[in-house]
């Protein structure tokens, strides 16, 4: 049985979330708390599994409750985050303190339609409930941030693959931060990632990895040209695609396939720089649910390219990653801390 916490100032949103976590006989809610002082009282005397955690609350806030979980009785927290700008913001420095994913709650000018969260949020804390959480230590400076996180360097000679294409869900953020904030400004490749996020995110999302690397990163737009030492974020609800010129490589944002589960597709794009420059890309696929990433991957490895997949130890959910393992398809399994230096050092292979 997965024991969770849900803490929110809302009596409805309690009370919503509460019945739908309990649809699943699985899980189980064994206390909710009106604030972030509330809160941390019932889960020291709980000591649940999950925590669902709000954002904006009197008397205590959510980031204020979030550091205290993770300093005393680090555990998995999920976020329950407004779809707004100001909302992203809030949710990636969660992310940065510690806090494992995020749920959207949908807002109108009517009513709350929570409803639409059920299943993400039933999956997510299923998905998390087992992973051992550490204290998370004080975080660097911005301006340390911008500085190496581990030492990179770039090996002589002309790289061999100049796309890097990354595919990542749930404990995508932080994953894709460290890995680009660990890049050294000459990265002799460009870079796509497809993270699963909101529209609202991740041009919030772009803007803070801008912040914090050596390279240029920035929410794609069609027209952008992808170029070394320069990284693209697809944008919440479309497609990203690239388009191989015959001197350049274009951004192409879509809203098809229309079909696909996720927007954006870690399948649609990978599959598109497989067909695009083939044996010229390195697909990476980290911590998320599910199997995205795994058709596109299969295409990329079929045309020459080569694949890294992150290590089960170093992922918040081993789903996108273990699927890309199971069917043989990664040329190494990396821990995140040494992930930068991996993709640098696939790049010349």
Known sequence: MINVVVVDDSAFMRKAISTMLQKDPGIKVVATARDGEEGLRVIRKHNPDVVTLDIEMPKMDGLTALRHIMMEMPRPVLMVSSLT????????????????????????KVSLDIVKIENDLISK????????????????TAAAA?????????????????????GVSTGGPPAVQKILSSLPKDFPAGIVIAQH???AFTGPFANRLNGVS??????AETGDRLLPGHAFVAPGGS???????????????????????????????????AKAVGRRALGVILTGMGNDGRDGIRELKSKG????????SSCVVYGMPKAIVDDGLADEIV?????????INNLYL
């Open 85 to 108: 700008t100001e909302g992203a913001e809030a949710t990636l420095k969660a992310m940065d303190l510690g806090a494992v994913d995020f749920i959207p709650k949908q807002l109108s």
């Open 239 to 273: 497609h990203l695609v690239i388009d191989q010129k015959v001197s350049r490589i274009d951004l192409v944002v879509t809203p098809e396939p229309k079909e696909a589960l996720y927007k954006p597709s870690a399948n649609v794009l990978v599959s598109s720089v």
């Open 197 to 199: 996020m909101p529209k």
């Open 125 to 140: 804390v299923k998905s998390v409930a087992r992973r051992k959480m550490r204290p998370v230590p004080r975080l660097r």
């Open 335 to 343: 821990d995140i801390d040494d992930m930068a230096n991996a993709i």
């Open 146 to 166: 911008r500085k190496p996180a581990v030492p990179v360097r770039t090996p002589r000679g002309r790289a061999k693959r100049d796309v890097v294409v990354i």
């Open 305 to 312: 390219g080569r694949a890294i997949a992150q290590s089960d």
């Open 214 to 219: 050596q390279i240029k990163v920035k929410e």
